[in-house]
T-cell receptor, first 113, second 111 residues
Framework: DAGVTQSPTHLIKTRGQHVTLRCSPI?????VSWYQQVLGQGPQFIFQ???????GRGNFPDRFSARQFPNYSSELNVNALLLGDSALYLC????????????FGPGTRLTVT | EDQVTQSPEALRLQEGESSSLNCSYTVSGLRGLFWYRQDPGKGPEFLFTLYSAGEEKEKERLKATLTKKESFLHITAPKPEDSATYLCAVQTSGGSYIPTFGRGTSLIVHP
């Protein structure tokens, strides 16, 4: 069975640009969460979606937005990129919003120059 | 505010040298505590969930335990392939399912 998949693997953008990151959850999982991980730190929660509705939002500016599609895949959008947005962006899926166990994808490495 | 502190930040062991990693937490009410393993440049890999004080779980050379204020990840006779960053996260019972992660412990096991 395929695990959580994310695309692209790596991405280089310039300050001020926009980026879209994509995630496909494990088959049967209906909840997707997004995390930002800066080097040397633990993942920081950005959003959680369940059944296409936002169920949680972390302490991130409005430049960050996300959505979930009918097939439960998800997109994370970041506008007006800053140098500080450079990080590993992780997607995690679980069966439901309250599920204890989340399964992470390999991440998208975003570099903003 | 929920806080999760992991120690040590980094740990170097010789192959076969057992040790423990610590995760201390300050939360209003614990719903679950999770341990993950993360290899460089990859996403975290789920290891264990612990729900209540006194609970223990094992997987190969790893054993996780939980008290009311902290969790330990015991590594028995580690091998070089156990080298990774080990992350601890907590989920509180306050209605939000947002987990709070610690910064991790970087483990290197030398052959």
């Amino acid at each position: 069975d395929a695990g959580v998949t994310q695309s692209p693997t790596h991405l280089i953008k310039t300050r001020g640009q926009h980026v879209t990151l994509r995630c496909s959850p494990i088959s049967g999982h209906k909840s997707v969460s997004w995390y930002q991980q800066v080097l040397g730190q633990g993942p920081q929660f950005i959003f959680q979606y369940y059944e296409k509705e936002e169920r949680g939002r972390g302490n991130f500016p409005d430049r960050f937005s996300a959505r979930q599609f009918p097939n439960y895949s998800s997109e994370l959008n970041v506008n007006a990129l800053l140098l500080g947005d450079s990080a590993l962006y992780l997607c995690a899926s679980s069966f439901s919003a309250g599920e204890y166990e989340q399964y992470f994808g390999p991440g998208t490495r975003l570099t903003v120059t | 505010e929920d806080q999760v502190t992991q120690s040590p930040e980094a740990l170097r062991l010789q192959e076969g040298e057992s040790s423990s990693l610590n995760c201390s937490y300050t939360v209003s009410g614990l719903r679950g505590l999770f341990w993950y393993r993360q290899d460089p440049g990859k996403g975290p890999e789920f290891l264990f969930t612990l729900y209540s004080a006194g609970e223990e779980k094992e997987k190969e050379r790893l054993k996780a335990t939980l008290t009311k204020k902290e969790s330990f990840l015991h590594i028995t006779a580690p091998k070089p392939e156990d080298s990774a960053t080990y992350l601890c996260a907590v989920q509180t019972s306050g209605g939000s399912y947002i987990p709070t992660f610690g910064r991790g412990t970087s483990l290197i096991v030398h052959p």
